[in-house]
């Protein structure tokens, strides 16, 4: 069976595929350990401000996740912002994350987006490997101070 993409959420922000959500969280997990124990109440959270979430789904199984947004800005215009895009660990380099970012890429273009960006912390070569092999570059530095 070929893999593809589901969406969870819906254009409005609902939950499309609750079934979905509750199999996309080990992958998701994987990347975002500190998420709380209510993990669809959080993901409600951020879908209701402007989130969406999809999956590579191959059968039954959530094989990557990718949680994304549209955002306008003065600097990029119409960007497609990713969050989080995670391939399951046990199946990295299988091409999964690479489908995944494709149809992430096809969806920015359908939505008229002029960019397609991302943050990644700095430890996290192998990401930044495939980013790069994405065609993805670094344009700027990212500042944070944290207030909270």
Not at 14 to 30: D, F, G, I
Not at 32 to 59: C, H, I, K, S, W
Not at 61 to 69: M, N
Not at 82 to 94: N, Q
Request: aromatic share 10%.
């Amino acid at each position: 069976m070929a893999p593809e993409v589901v969406e969870i959420t819906a254009v409005d922000g609902s939950v499309a595929a609750p079934e979905w959500l509750a199999r996309a969280e080990t992958v998701h997990r994987q990347l975002r350990p500190t998420l709380p124990a209510d993990y669809a109440g959080r993901l409600r959270q951020v879908f209701a401000n402007g989130g969406r979430m999809a999956v590579l789904a191959e059968g039954e199984t959530v094989r990557a996740v990718a949680l994304w947004r549209v955002i306008e800005n003065t600097y990029e215009g119409r960007r497609l912002y990713v969050d989080d895009l995670v391939a399951d660990e046990a199946l990295r380099s299988h091409g999964y994350g690479k489908q995944l970012f494709g149809w992430l890429e096809r969806h920015a273009q359908a939505l008229g987006c002029d960019v397609i960006t991302l943050d990644s912390g700095v430890q996290r070569a192998g990401a930044h490997k495939f980013y790069f092999r994405e065609g993805m570059h670094v344009p700027s530095f990212c500042f944070r101070k944290v207030i909270k």
